[in-house]
């Protein structure tokens, strides 16, 4: 039974008032591979009676209203992604579509959702704590970089005037806090969550804010610091970002005015048995059947499974490393299986799971192997500069596990479209094998990102040599097992440190290599990454050096044309590309034409100013 989103339904669970209220700016999904119905699900095999307001009408208070007055309180969620990353592309452009709405349609939820949504409950439900959380929640927990309003704004927990934030993976401290206020503890008198953060009183001391010892505290720099100061702002994240291991990770303290926002320690993470409990919840696996139009993100998920989550690659870009952590947990192979076998008997199966993964599909299994298990540890990435020495990443797991799902009755394909770390593979020779003869389904998506070694070192990626190397092993092992297969390089333009030099040399590698690119990442700097830090400040926060950042449209442009060179339409940007760098003579190498003189006005738009080393170039 899918959980009420009615007062009918309620009624027909025989609930007159519910504990928790979900509110997601998402479509109702009843599958573990969303936010809230997973967390909700979560709740209510622990006794707690929940529902769920999807994508309500924030016009008025009428619509967070419809299930009535929690018991405990509400929990808000933008959705599935920040709500501004969903409305807008990395060109500050409306977006018309939405996949996490029936019909695709662009406007089922507003800008800043959280803000809205906690603003709307606290006009209808004065008196009801707001716990917010979901990736927009959690990557606005500090005072951050905005790329909409280009300006550093206040942790979203003082913005939206919510009670409690949640950050990370929630379920631990979700059901702390419902379980404790349950016990009768009022949400001002929960002081002390893994994985929350709080706004203190402005008397309040923060060592009085927690009950952790004073030396497991750590100040980062104000808001009004960070904001009027890049410095200052790239020292906060740079002590914020050191603080994640849930082990050794101190409470962190930034003031906002005269307000202390009290950050603790991350939620340890969920054990095996955990991860298998949680994913045999009742989902129902479908979407609510009050949609009538089908929703894009139902589709690309709904044969898809779940092995892992966490990441230890530590990419700059990536928000995985301040949401999820970079600590593996993994599903037992059991619970995997059994998931196929249970999409095999859904009536719309046709035979082909279109994936299994995480964040990174062949970290399944693998993870630290130091003696304390990484609880000591400090680093960031586990693979940058290089692969620790501790890591295990031994592939018996992952490959016993993907033999295991191919067998499953009424299973034809199985891929793995997730993306794979390719410096991993290199030490992971049977699941590659497996993976190569199986599970590509022709093509394999690889995340290079870039290709010329100091840009790569910017974003912690491998680097040249490494995708050399795997790629000829991926041609070698494709001839091996008979098979025609390519790969598909995930690239990205416009990152910090990246010159319009840079893409011509990336450019000129992928032709070498006999790759083509369809799309191109034109590089967004999203809340809370290391990357979007580098980019509002112009310094890499963890080495202190200063970069050049490519920050115009017109040269953001430019440099994405010369990654998409072999279409025609790019043509014009190509051309002037290459004149800015005084390369004429390549346009026949990269686009196939013979090179012609450039003309001013010849390519949409007027004349660009480079930056960094591309800026000799220039005219
Ligand atoms: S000790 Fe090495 S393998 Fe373990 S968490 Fe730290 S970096 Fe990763």
Known sequence: MFLPVSREEMTRRGWA?????????????DHPTFGAPLLARWLESHGFRVGIIAQPDWHSKDAFMVLGRPKLFFAVSAGAMDSMVAHYTPARKLRHDDAYTPGNRHGARPNRATIVYTSRLKEAYKDVPVVIGGIEASLRRFAHYDFWEDAVRRSILVDSKADLLIYGMAERALLEVAVRMRNGERLTQIMDVRGTCRIAKPDHHPESATDREPDALLEIPSFEDAAADRQRFADAFRLAYAEQNPWVGRAVVQRHGGRLLVCYPPALPLSGP??????????EKNPHPSYTEAIPAWSQIRSSITSHRGCYGGCAFCAITMHQGKQIQSRSQESIVAEAA????????????????????????????????GRGCRRESCLYPSACRHLAVDDRRALSLLKAVRGVSGV???????????????????????????????????????????????????????????????????????KRQHIIPYLMSGHPGCTLEDMLELALALKKLGLK???????????GT??????????????GTRISVPKSDREKRLQKSLLLCHLPAERPYVREALELLGKKELLGELTGLRAAPFVRGDSPGGPVRLHGKGKRKAR
């Not at 008032?17 to 999904?29: H, N, Q, W």
């Open 530 to 543: 290391l990357s979007s830090c580098m980019y509002h400040t112009g310094i890499d926060p963890l080495r």
């Open 17 to 29: 008032e519910l504990d928790v209220i979900f509110v997601s700016g998402d479509a109702y999904i």
């Open 412 to 482: 034809r394909h199985c891929t793995v479209s997730s993306g794979v770390r390719y410096d991993l593979l290199e030490r992971q020779p049977g699941y590659f094998r497996e993976l190569v003869g199986y599970h590509v389904g022709g093509l394999l998506k690889v995340a290079p990102e870039h290709l010329a070694d100091h840009v790569a070192a910017l974003m912690r990626k491998p680097g040249r040599k490494r995708f050399e190397d795997f790629l000829h092993r991926f041609r070698e092992e494709s001839a091996l097992a008979g």
């Open 342 to 373: 249970a999409l095999g008997r859904q009536h719309w199966f046709g035979g082909s799971i279109s994936d299994v993964g995480g964040p990174t599909a062949n970290m399944y299994g693998t993870g630290c192997g130091a003696p304390d298990g």
């Open 274 to 283: 955990e991860m298998d409990a949680l994913y045999a919840l009742p989902f």
């Open 517 to 527: 690119v369809e799309q191109v990442q034109d590089f967004t700097p999203t809340p």
